[in-house]
């Protein structure tokens, strides 16, 4: 089977889909399939020798209209020997190249891309569900309007979890068509790095730097935690405010921001602290507290979106609030004074990543992508 995944964003960026794609592609490879990538990327000369297959990168800064086109005509070369495409990002080129193509198409859709460009862009400041149902601006319902009709031309959707899937539907894809595929994480044995905090316990949060991840409410709760820091791994248009309330509290010597690494470097300095916050308003499925309980983390997180279909309260992690009421300096406080329920949490996140193995993942993708390619 020849595949053509197209993607908006690849290694060396950081994200869902940097992860999730290189993974999958590689092991596609492996069971005798032919792929290859189609990427945005900031830089062109990256070295892929590593990759078991070809990615063609397109430059994600030049002007975004040429940038499209580009892109659609990348598309409409490779994908012609294709007998499937699998769309992880870059939906409308996709589309687009393939009303001349009309290749079976499945998309993997782990969110609401309408709502997260119209949100950094300021439109709208509505939460996931509430820009789901109200009526918006001119431009936001064209770009709802085009996320929508993308969805509905696919053959197939994947997503990661059970909350995304009742999204989709609402959009107007037939459930008969939503298939989930939760992400998938190995246990794996990183060596812990050295944390540049002298703190007793190190608490880390892992994340683009948008309001919605409300990393500003976590530093504000551990200012109330004696002894305890944070390491924030990530960036985004949040840290110079983040970077000054740290300042305004005092706490630089209990935060530290290491920006955005590697996987591998993420990994091991999680490996390297004592619990795992992830205090968003929103997810799709967050694939980072797998990455967490993976490196045997307890988990403290926000009961939203798929989050509850992976953390279930008191067993393998807590589940607070979403929106900052003291739940989360009341959950900190609580698991910080107790080494015991710590390792509980953690014994229990072990056997939950045991129920999220790769190879099942895998497999059913590679179902999917076949039963797609196969001709009726």
Same mark, same amino acid.
């Given at each position: 089977m020849k595949i053509l995944v197209i993607t908006g964003i690849f290694p060396p960026d950081i994200g869902g889909p940097a992860t999730y794609v290189p993974t999958m592609s590689s092991e596609l490879v492996k069971r005798g399939h032919k792929v290859t990538?189609? =990427?945005?990327?900031?830089?062109?000369?990256?070295?892929?020798?590593?990759?078991?297959? $070809?990615? #063609?990168?397109i430059r994600r800064g030049i002007f975004k209209p040429l940038r499209f086109l580009l892109t659609v005509v990348r598309i409409l070369q490779e994908g012609r020997s294709a007998d499937v495409f699998f769309v992880?990002?870059?939906? $409308?080129?996709a589309v687009m190249a393939n009303v001349v193509l009309r290749k079976p198409t499945v998309q993997k859709i782990v969110g609401d891309w309408a709502w997260e460009r119209? =949100?950094?862009? &300021?439109?709208?400041?509505?939460?996931?569900?509430?820009? /789901?149902?109200?009526?918006?601006?001119?431009?936001?319902?064209? #770009?709802?309007?085009l996320q929508r009709f993308c969805a509905r031309l696919a053959n197939v959707v994947i997503v990661p979890s059970r909350y995304v899937a009742r999204a989709i539907v609402d959009w107007g894809v037939c459930e008969d068509k939503i298939v989930v595929i939760y992400n998938s994480v190995e246990s794996v044995s990183s060596t812990p790095s050295a944390v540049p905090l002298l703190t007793k316990t190190?608490?880390? =949060?892992? &994340?683009?730097?948008? $309001? #919605?991840? /409300?990393i500003d409410h976590l530093i504000l709760a551990i200012a109330e935690c004696d002894e305890a820091g944070l390491v924030i791994i990530g960036d985004g248009p949040e840290r110079e405010r983040l970077k000054r309330l740290v300042c305004d509290k005092g706490m630089t010597d209990r935060v530290h921001f290491a920006g955005q690494i590697s996987n591998k470097e993420t990994l091991s300095l999680m490996?390297?602290?004592? #619990?795992?916050?992830?205090?968003? =308003?929103?997810?799709?499925? $967050?694939?980072?507290?797998?990455?967490?309980?993976?490196? &045997?983390?307890?988990?403290?997180a926000t009961a939203v979106g798929g989050t509850p279909e992976l953390v279930h309260d008191g067993e393998n992690g807590l589940l607070i609030a979403p929106q900052a009421n003291g739940t989360l300096l009341k959950s900190l406080l609580h698991i910080l004074s107790s080494s015991e329920e710590r390792l509980r949490l953690s014994a229990g996140a072990e056997r939950t990543i045991e129920r999220f193995q790769r190879f099942a993942m895998i497999e059913k993708t590679e179902a999917v992508l076949e039963s797609c390619a196969r001709p009726q």
């Amino acid at each position: 089977m020849k595949i053509l995944v197209i993607t908006g964003i690849f290694p060396p960026d950081i994200g869902g889909p940097a992860t999730y794609v290189p993974t999958m592609s590689s092991e596609l490879v492996k069971r005798g399939h032919k792929v290859t990538v189609v =990427t945005l990327s900031d830089r062109l000369d990256h070295d892929d020798r590593s990759y078991s297959f $070809p990615v #063609l990168r397109i430059r994600r800064g030049i002007f975004k209209p040429l940038r499209f086109l580009l892109t659609v005509v990348r598309i409409l070369q490779e994908g012609r020997s294709a007998d499937v495409f699998f769309v992880n990002g870059l939906y $409308p080129e996709a589309v687009m190249a393939n009303v001349v193509l009309r290749k079976p198409t499945v998309q993997k859709i782990v969110g609401d891309w309408a709502w997260e460009r119209a =949100t950094n862009k &300021g439109w709208v400041n509505d939460t996931f569900e509430e820009f /789901q149902r109200e009526k918006h601006v001119l431009k936001v319902e064209f #770009l709802k309007a085009l996320q929508r009709f993308c969805a509905r031309l696919a053959n197939v959707v994947i997503v990661p979890s059970r909350y995304v899937a009742r999204a989709i539907v609402d959009w107007g894809v037939c459930e008969d068509k939503i298939v989930v595929i939760y992400n998938s994480v190995e246990s794996v044995s990183s060596t812990p790095s050295a944390v540049p905090l002298l703190t007793k316990t190190k608490i880390v =949060t892992v &994340g683009r730097l948008i $309001p #919605l991840k /409300q990393i500003d409410h976590l530093i504000l709760a551990i200012a109330e935690c004696d002894e305890a820091g944070l390491v924030i791994i990530g960036d985004g248009p949040e840290r110079e405010r983040l970077k000054r309330l740290v300042c305004d509290k005092g706490m630089t010597d209990r935060v530290h921001f290491a920006g955005q690494i590697s996987n591998k470097e993420t990994l091991s300095l999680m490996a390297a602290c004592d #619990l795992f916050v992830l205090n968003s =308003t929103h997810e799709g499925f $967050p694939h980072v507290v797998l990455e967490a309980m993976s490196v &045997g983390l307890p988990v403290i997180a926000t009961a939203v979106g798929g989050t509850p279909e992976l953390v279930h309260d008191g067993e393998n992690g807590l589940l607070i609030a979403p929106q900052a009421n003291g739940t989360l300096l009341k959950s900190l406080l609580h698991i910080l004074s107790s080494s015991e329920e710590r390792l509980r949490l953690s014994a229990g996140a072990e056997r939950t990543i045991e129920r999220f193995q790769r190879f099942a993942m895998i497999e059913k993708t590679e179902a999917v992508l076949e039963s797609c390619a196969r001709p009726q």
